[in-house]
């Protein structure tokens, strides 16, 4: 009678009712049903739960996949902590509509993903340029998981205005290639395409020779270009997801006007990010009174959270909040380290360097403080284990001085990493319990020597049953499931996060007792197709089996080797077609 059954687990059906021991028959990639007593097993693969829980699988609803979806679609980094569905085109940068070399350059510095791996896969298998031609190319992969994904605003622009004209303050975009973007739009939401994403943060900055340092092409686009996008978002009852510039903090207010629905149809508006962070103790409760004011005004406002401390590595000066601040900037944009060492060694450039490391009041991410950063790898072991201050009182030098003398002298041989926000487990519980938000910011696939999100689901679980552990929940677990996977494919309008008779049979087993395991440890695994190794996470026990589309992705906790290799797995999702309710 089914093809799998799952037995004698504790089951979440995604919907955040009331968990149960049961039973789960699946027949042809569906549920086929769900009881109290046993299921016939004859002809069936028997999945004993015991001891188990079994949720719907995971939606991961910030991922920057775009270029591994096209060489390596199994997506197994995620997958194999339970992920069934993921989201690309975050941040205004799909690999959808632009030319090769112009999607690769808008990705692969903001990403730290290697221009030299990225582009030749765009060169070699980047045959569309339209949003239909896109979709048809993945529905073609042998995909691991489900796919969603947004139109990003870089790559719209880019496509129609051109790298150099998209990225000039001076320019506007013309009627005619305003209507060319509206179009590429249209026929993107008629796809399925969840939505667009736009960028406003000016960090975030273009690779290559030609357009070297720029901000993104979002960045560069009036709030009326904006506007008229959106119009076509709201019309569709579709989202935009945006990220503020965080050194104009009043510019959230452009998006939030946005969100509310005020004599008009609200836009379903999620931004990057809700976080507690350190150098800034004032941000999270305010991003939490605009939320829960824009949505009592009738908007339809999500935050995104990370639900774990917020936790970055750095090979010397190569990450991205040295963007952040004058004197860090002025040292990214130079290209080689012989160029980076002659201005460390600059006495006018440290002194500017040692300002900008003093302000207190400046908008920031990183709170500035290398007291409050670890080495981790060195070619003097002495270094090794201890902060950046405290050497600096040992040789009796300013830390600033001391950083730059170890830029100069080890470069990139300098790995240190710090917590930058989330690091109060009080103030964490309470952001993942705000009903604004959304759990999600991995930032899988991307970063790739900066930070490992890949587990974040497992974080969240892990964070919610601790609560419960010690007497003070911060909410039951079958909301936590909920939060993971129905309340976000719900949110998002797409077919994914429920296990009910007839929803497609995407789960995961798990074993509570191996969450008590520590989930933010880094190693280092082949990055599949990419020829070199990234920072993963590794967290045996915990996700024992995955099914995706009622065939099983990973078992014993290993990808099955013919994910990503044979279809029928996953598949692409459109929005719009949700029987979730």
Request: proline share 5%.
């Amino acid at each position: 009678m089914f093809d799998v059954v799952i037995k004698n687990g504790r089951f979440f059906d995604g919907t955040g009712t009331a968990s149960r021991i049961c039973n789960l028959g699946i027949r042809d990639g569906v549920v086929a049903e769900i009881s109290d007593r046993p299921l016939p097993e004859s002809g069936a693969r028997v999945i004993d739960a015991s001891a188990c829980w079994v949720t719907p699988g995971f939606v991961d609803t910030h991922t920057h996949y775009d270029a591994e979806l096209i060489i390596a679609p199994a997506l197994s980094e995620s997958v194999r902590h339970g992920v069934t569905t993921v989201l690309v085109g975050s941040c205004s940068l799909s690999m959808v509509c632009s030319e090769a070399e112009d999607a690769s350059d808008i990705f692969t510095r903001v990403e730290t993903v290697p221009r030299e791996k990225v582009l030749p896969i765009l060169q070699q298998h980047k045959t569309w340029s339209r949003p239909s031609e896109w979709v048809r190319f993945v529905e073609q992969q042998p995909l691991g998981p489900n796919i969603i994904s947004f139109l990003g605003h870089s790559d719209l622009r880019v496509s129609v205005m051109g790298l150099h004209r998209s990225t000039d303050r001076a320019i506007r975009p013309t009627e005619a290639e305003l209507q060319q973007m509206e179009g590429l739009l249209e026929e993107a939401l008629d796809e399925g395409f969840l939505g667009m994403s736009s960028m406003c943060l000016k960090w975030d900055k273009i690779d290559g020779d030609r357009e070297w340092s720029k901000s993104l092409p979002s960045t560069y686009a009036r709030w009326s270009e904006m506007r008229r996008l959106n119009r076509q978002l709201r019309q569709r009852g579709r989202v935009h997801q945006g990220a503020p510039n965080a050194a104009n903090p009043l510019q959230i207010f452009q998006y939030l006007g946005e969100a509310v629905g005020l004599l008009r149809k609200p836009l379903k508006t999620t931004l990057i990010s809700m976080l507690d962070l350190k150098g800034n103790k004032t941000v999270a409760p305010m991003a939490k009174l605009a939320a829960r004011v824009t949505n009592m005004l009738g908007g339809d406002f999500r935050w995104q959270v990370l639900p774990t401390p917020f936790a970055i590595y750095a090979d010397g000066i190569d990450h991205v909040v040295f963007e952040e601040f004058g004197a860090g900037e002025m040292a990214r944009n130079l290209k080689t380290e012989v160029e980076q060492n002659a201005l460390f060694q600059d006495e006018a450039y440290r002194r500017k360097f040692r300002r900008f490391y003093a302000e207190k009041f400046s908008p920031r991410v990183w709170q500035r403080d290398f007291g409050d950063a670890i080495i981790l790898e060195c070619p003097e072991p002495g270094y090794v284990g201890r902060d950046f201050a405290d050497i600096a009182n040992e040789k009796g030098v300013h830390v600033v001085d001391l950083f730059l003398d170890l830029m100069v002298a080890y470069g990139r041989k300098l790995r240190w990493f710090t917590v930058i926000g989330n690091h109060r487990v009080d103030k964490l519980r309470s952001m993942v319990s705000n009903p604004d938000t959304l759990i999600t910011f991995s930032d899988a696939g991307a970063h790739i020597r900066n930070m490992a999100f890949y587990n974040l689901p497992l974080r969240f679980l892990q964070l919610i049953k601790e609560s419960i552990d010690q007497g003070e929940p911060a909410m039951t677990m079958e909301r936590a499931v909920h939060r993971l996977t129905g309340e976000q494919a719900r949110w998002l309008g797409v077919d994914a996060g429920t296990l009910r008779v007839g929803d497609r049979a995407d789960v995961v087993v798990i074993d509570p007792a191996k969450l008590d395991q520590p989930l933010d440890a880094q190693c280092w695994a082949e990055m599949e197709g990419f020829n070199m190794e990234r920072m993963v996470n590794r967290n045996p026990g915990i996700v024992r089996t995955v099914l995706i589309n009622g065939k099983v992705a990973v078992e014993e906790g290993e990808p099955v080797a013919a994910l990503g290799r044979t279809q029928g797995y996953g598949k692409f999702l459109r929005a719009g077609e949700c029987s979730n309710g």
